[in-house]
């Protein structure tokens, strides 16, 4: 009897020491393992999560030190909702709420929480955590926060055109344009959950949810500098509005690496608000064409120099026309100036010593360096969507009059981010190299993930591209507006360009609508950054070197200062 009481004892004691170590695993995996989840489960039974469950990796812009600034991010939002079936006294709801928010439209909010067949209206978008606080606070019946996480663009309008934005199409909530667009599979995330109903959400298992793509996705870093595009779109806006001009554009980037500092173009929009006019959507650095006009003659006459059969100091007789295939090509101000040099060409702009530079390269030659050297005949690559090519079918022609009008920048036309690939072989002794925004990916692992600058070929000497240095110098010390946008520290090698716009009505030129463009890098006998402006239809002004070089020259000067580069102008 005493053994079986015993037995019992001991059973009873084994079962609740069992029981008590099988409670206290339990409390500490909800505790200490499941904690974060059961808190956050806690949480969503007061301020509930919205349908979609949304997840995306940031963009950064990268400052002159290193140091990464949001361009796109994730906010935390709430939505405001009703449940009109839970509601009595709609118009005591409603002044309980005007006292922490403002209701657009009283009575649409008097309707919709008078719909007794209803469980869910959608009251308000977009609260910020501080007044979705405040109103969780007041414990109102009836009245529901849901979180959501929305795409925010901390710099509103700030590279646009670069970053893009997301939209909806059919089903799929994804980037549109821009950088949200091209690198759509590195910054998406997959989902780590399901939904049973709409409040109740059942989260896979830690481990799964980072097995997908983990190492492909992630975070992108950016070239831009924020400071420097804010200071390109300020120039461009100060240009538009000046001259009521239809738009500008503009683009610095390193010439020996092909990173892009800043992008800019003018009307831009804010990715995060609504955009009324999508016209402006698309990047027109990368997706519109335009005849450059004289900023081309740098690019014919440093090919001149490397097939060594011109020199600086090289001389022929300007009558102020040249006729080929029986049409008459004259200089801008349909002037001769007799016997001069190459240096003259340049300072002048002049289109008959254009010419005469590619006939002495030779059509086949020179249809080489524009289409092939250049790389003007090929997209840039660069990591921007939609990308177009240049329309450059005219230096294919057997006509001479095409590769003629070529050479100053008439009859092709080209994307900016093409152009500025081109004039940077002048800047960096020769190379062909690649355009890029994106400075490195940082994975959901951690790790970083940077993008080798590559040289590119070969495809100028260096004796050619510092005889053209030289020249483009002397143009901006002593023939621009008379030598007075001069930097006194720093050289820039600079060339304007005035070009007459296509028509909008049939084939021809428009008489009245111009394009005035500048391009120049710095400092010139080392240079660090190469840019490129250029402002459509300007009012009120007739040249480029009235217009845009003012502004680029300042900017420049800002450029300078702000990274404080050493002098490089020679004694």
Known sequence: MKSDNLWRIKFLFIFLVLLTVLFGWRLFFLQMIKGEEYAERVDRQYLRSARTFFNRGSIFFSDKNGNLVPAATLRQEFILTINPRQINNPEKVLELLETTIEILDREDFIRRANRQESAYEEIAHSLEEEMAEKISQMNIRGVYLLKEKKRFYPGGSLGSHVIGFMAY???DFAGRYGLEKHYQDVLSRQETGSFNSFFAEVFLNKEISEEVGS????????TIEPTIQAQLENRLNDLVEKYSAEGAGGVVMDPRTGAIIAMASNPDFNPGGKVNDISVLPNPLVERVFEMGSIIKPLTLAAGFNENVIRPETTYYDAGEVILNNRRIMNHDKKARGTVDMQTVIDQSLNTGAIYVMRLIGMEKFRDYMLNRYGLGEKTGIDLPDEIKSLTSNLLSNREVECATASFGQGIALTPIAAIRAFAVLANGGYLINPHVVKAIRTNEGSIKETTPYLGKKVL?????????????????EVLLGGSLKLPHHTIAGKTGTAQMPSRVGRGYDPDRYLHSYFGYYPAYEPRFITLFYLINPQGVRFASDSIAPVFMDFAQFVINYYELPPDRKN
């Not at 492909?216 to 870093?221: F, R, Y």
């Not at 000497?461 to 010390?477: N, R």
């Open 169 to 171: 199409q059919d089903k």
């Open 461 to 477: 000497d260096v004796k050619a591209t510092d005889e053209i240095t030289i020249m483009l110098i002397k143009a901006v010390d």
């Open 215 to 222: 190492d492909k996705q992630g975070d992108v870093i950016l």
